[in-house]
C-alpha cells in the first residue's frame, strides 16, 4: 500500500470579475485605429531573450511538413533530443518507413527512426479510456496517455482519501483495456482549466483579454492564435482559444468594459477531442501576437507552426501572466482530466504537460486560451494553447494572486496539431 501527496489539477477556468461594466477606452473608428490601442510591433529581436531548446528552424519547419504527409503515417510520435541535437521519430515495431522522403523533407536534420513495442493509435486509445472512467477503484485519475517510448501506458492518480492499494488499481486498468500494456502509476495534483493585454480594437491578434457576460459578472480568458482558410476570391479568419472558456455561440469582446468592440462568436469547433475552441465573426484578424508583460504593447508576427513534442522548450504568453519562457514539455499527447471553477470535469485529449524549469509561475487564472510559442532563430512559432495549471501553489507573477487567480510552474496545453489535423484547409496565419 502506497500511500501518496494529496495533489490537485484544475482547469484554468475563467477569471470571473465583478468589476464595474463602464466603458473606460474610446471605441475605434470605422476602418481605422486608435492610436491608444493599437500594438506596437516589433522587431524579431523582441524574443531574442527566451530559453530555447537548440530544435533549429530547419528542423522545426521539416517536422510541420512531415507531419501532414500522407506517406509517412507510420510515424505515430516525435521526441526531441536536445542532448545529442537528434529529431527520434517513433515507429510501431516492423513498421516499414519511406526513409528517402523522410531524408528529403528533414534534409538539414538530423534525425533516428526507432522503434517501439507497441503503436501509438492503441496505447493512445487505452489512455484515453482510462481517463474517461475518471475513477479507478474510487480513486480520480488525472491523466492518462501512451510513454513516449511506445513501451507501454503511464496513469497519474489523485487520492485524496489515504493509501492506494495499486495491484487492485491495476486490476481494473486491465479490466478496461486488457493485460497486454505495462502500467507505470505516478501520483500528481488535479489540473485546474485556466479560465492583456487588457484592451485592443481591430485588426485583433493573440495573446489578448477577451471576455463574455456571465451573469453579473465577466468572464475572461485569452486569445490565441489567428488562423485562416485560404480561398478564392477571399480569405477566411479566426481566432483559436480554449474550448473551456464558452461554449458554441458565446459572443466574446476585446477587454471588459461595456463599449469594447466585439471579438467573435465560439464555434462548434473540431478540435480532435483537444481544449481549443474556434472564435469567428464580422471582424479582422492578424497574424500576430502580443509579447511582454500583461500591460505590453508590444507584438510580434508570428512565423508559422511548430509540432509540439517532449523535450521542447517552449514560452507561454497569456494575457494576465505575460510572456514566461524556459518550460519544457515532460509529456504528451495524453488524455486529461481537469476541472473548471465550478467543479465540473472535462476530459481533453492531446494535451501537453510541461514544467518552468525554474520553478517560476507560468500561467493562471485568466490565460487560458492564450498562446504557447516556440521561439525558433528569434522567430515565433505556434505551438499550442494554454489550457490548465496543477496545483495552484505558485504566486502568480503578471497580474498579481487573488482568491480567484492562482498559478503554477506546472502548466497543460492543447497541441494545436489536434486542430490541425481535423481542419485541413485552415493553417496558422503568418505576417
Given amino acids: 500500500m502506497f500511500r501518496p501527496m494529496r495533489w490537485l489539477v484544475v482547469l484554468l477556468g475563467s477569471l470571473l470579475t465583478g468589476v464595474a461594466l463602464t466603458g473606460a477606452f474610446p471605441v475605434s473608428i470605422a476602418g481605422g485605429i486608435d492610436a491608444a490601442s493599437a500594438p506596437d510591433f516589433r522587431s524579431d529581436g523582441m524574443l531574442s531573450g527566451a530559453d530555447g531548446d537548440d530544435m533549429p528552424r530547419a528542423a522545426t519547419e521539416g517536422l510541420a511538413l512531415l507531419e501532414r504527409s500522407e506517406l ?28 528517402g522522403t523522410v531524408a528529403t523533407i528533414l534534409a538539414e536534420t538530423k534525425w533516428q527512426i526507432v522503434e517501439d513495442r507497441f503503436s501509438a493509435e492503441r496505447l493512445r486509445s487505452a489512455a484515453d479510456q482510462v481517463a474517461r472512467a475518471q475513477r479507478i477503484n474510487g480513486v480520480n485519475v488525472s491523466w492518462a496517455g501512451a510513454k513516449i517510448d511506445g513501451s507501454g501506458l503511464r496513469v497519474a492518480l489523485l487520492s485524496e482519501s489515504g493509501a492506494v492499494d495499486e495491484k ?4 481494473r486498468i486491465a479490466s478496461i483495456v486488457g493485460d497486454a500494456f505495462p502500467v507505470d502509476i505516478s501520483y500528481e495534483s488535479r489540473s485546474a482549466l485556466l479560465a492583456d493585454r487588457q484592451y485592443h480594437t481591430q485588426p485583433f491578434i493573440g495573446g489578448a483579454l477577451i471576455s463574455t457576460r456571465n451573469g453579473g459578472y465577466l468572464s475572461t480568458c485569452s486569445s490565441g492564435f489567428s488562423v485562416v482558410q485560404d480561398g478564392v476570391p477571399t480569405s477566411r479568419t479566426a481566432m483559436l482559444t480554449a474550448d473551456h472558456c464558452g461554449t458554441a455561440g458565446t459572443e466574446w469582446k476585446s477587454g471588459k468594459y461595456t463599449d469594447s468592440p466585439y471579438y467573435g462568436t465560439g464555434q462548434a469547433t473540431s478540435a480532435g477531442g483537444a481544449d481549443i475552441r474556434m472564435l469567428t465573426g464580422d471582424v479582422l484578424f492578424y497574424g500576430a501576437n ?18 509540439p513534442l517532449v523535450g521542447q522548450s517552449v514560452c507561454m504568453n497569456g494575457s494576465q501572466s505575460g510572456t514566461v519562457c524556459s518550460n519544457t514539455i515532460t509529456d504528451g499527447p495524453v488524455s486529461l482530466n481537469a476541472a473548471d471553477s465550478s467543479g465540473t470535469n472535462h476530459t481533453y485529449a492531446n494535451s501537453y504537460r510541461s514544467v518552468q524549469i525554474f520553478n517560476q509561475p507560468a500561467a493562471g487564472n485568466g490565460d487560458s486560451g492564450g498562446p504557447v510559442l516556440r521561439v525558433v532563430d528569434n522567430k515565433p512559432y505556434a505551438t499550442g494553447i494554454i489550457s490548465a495549471i496543477q496545483d495552484g501553489a505558485n504566486d502568480c507573477t503578471g497580474n498579481p494572486s487573488t482568491p480567484s487567480r492562482k498559478c503554477s510552474a506546472v502548466v497543460w496545453t492543447a497541441g494545436l496539431n489536434a486542430f490541425l489535423g481535423s481542419n485541413l484547409s485552415w493553417r496558422v496565419l503568418t505576417g
Fill in 72 to 99: 509517412l503515417r507510420p510515424i505515430q510520435a516525435y521526441e526531441w533530443d536536445s542532448r545529442r541535437g537528434v529529431l527520434l521519430l517513433h515507429v510501431p515495431s516492423g513498421e516499414p518507413v519511406d526513409v
Fill in 168 to 171: 487492485a488499481v491495476r486490476a
Fill in 290 to 307: 502580443f509579447v511582454g508583460s500583461p500591460t505590453s504593447n508590444s507584438a510580434v508576427w508570428m512565423k508559422g507552426y511548430s509540432v
